[in-house]
């Protein structure tokens, strides 16, 4: 998908990952970049901070709420008109609680934001693109959605979830012969804020600049499934080719991937 002349959405785009790809998607020549987010102040300052590349549209939209999101769909179409790739990269991680403490809230919010919102955007969205016959849909998952891990496990099934869904659509829209297109990235631990705390014993903590990077080339070449770093593409051959107890050993202790998130603090506000 070319990014240059493109319009641009993309949710969580008011921090971290969100907000990079927003300025990279910019410095490659794309002719709007729409910014839906929870967080006003952030908006604001992203806004202003980003004008500076090209046109910036922010607008505060909890893309966990279904009329919000439709609300957001008609103000954006009515105002910057019809959208080229949709980036779902909003989500959240509430704690590293055991899941015998995790709150009834924690558990629907994390599934909210992180698994039902990106099925929200992509549903306001899709139907113009299908009418087009061209567009793009990326779907910000993780690792995490792709290998069990203690201390994360409300958000480990929310992305799991999101894997399965972007790639069932994947499927759907490939069998139609539609030329809309979909990209699921999965990237390990990136040092953003949002997993503040959380030691990786083998695998280098990536850096935002680089994931964010790797994600708008995955957009533009048309990526399947960026798993990012690349091994992570492995996992999957390991889980099926090793018994579990043993995959458990090698990935969890030798690794440490299960002790991971045992001094997660994630971001103070
Ligand atoms: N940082 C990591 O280690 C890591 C690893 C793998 C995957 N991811 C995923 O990448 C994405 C971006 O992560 P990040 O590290 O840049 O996080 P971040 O916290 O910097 O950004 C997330 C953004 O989502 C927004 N958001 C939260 N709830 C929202 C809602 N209901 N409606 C609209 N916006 C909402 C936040 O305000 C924030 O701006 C997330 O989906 C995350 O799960 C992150």
């Excluded at 899941?99 to 924690?106: S, Y």
């Excluded at 567009?135 to 690792?143: E, Q």
């Excluded at 030798?254 to 001094?263: E, K, P, Q």
Aim: hydrophobic letters at 40%.
């Amino acid at each position: 998908m070319k990014i240059s002349n493109s319009k641009i959405l993309i949710t969580g785009g008011a921090s971290g990952m969100g907000k990079m790809m927003g300025r990279m998607a910019l410095e490659k020549g794309a002719k709007t970049l729409v910014i839906w987010d929870i967080n006003q102040e952030n908006i604001n300052s992203t806004v202003t901070e980003l004008s500076k590349y090209g046109e910036v549209k922010g607008y505060r939209v909890d893309v966990s709420d279904y009329d919000m999101v439709q609300k957001g769909y008609e103000q954006v179409v009515k105002e910057c008109g019809g959208i080229d790739i949709v980036v779902n990269c909003a989500g959240i991680i509430t704690s590293n609680k055991t899941f015998d403490q995790q709150t009834r809230q924690e558990i629907t919010r994390t599934i909210g934001i992180n698994t039902i919102a990106p099925m929200f955007v992509t549903r306001a969205f899709l139907p113009d693109m299908l009418k087009r016959d061209s567009g793009h849909i990326c779907n910000i998952t993780s690792a995490g959605g792709m290998l069990g891990n203690p201390r994360m496990s409300v958000y480990g099934a929310s992305k799991w979830g999101a894997i399965g869904w972007s790639e069932s659509l994947r499927i759907e829209l490939n069998a139609s012969h539609s030329h809309v297109r979909v990209t699921t990235v999965a990237p390990y631990y990136t040092n953003t804020g949002m997993f503040d705390g959380v030691k990786s014993k083998v695998f280098p903590i990536l850096k935002p600049e680089y994931v964010s990077r790797k994600i708008i080339r995955a957009i533009e070449k048309n990526t399947i499934f960026a798993g990012i770093p690349f091994g992570y593409h492995f996992i999957r051959f390991w889980q099926f080719i090793l018994p579990i107890p043993l995959f458990d050993f090698i990935f969890g202790e030798v690794f440490g991937i299960y002790h991971t998130m045992d001094h997660f603090t994630g971001r103070k506000n």
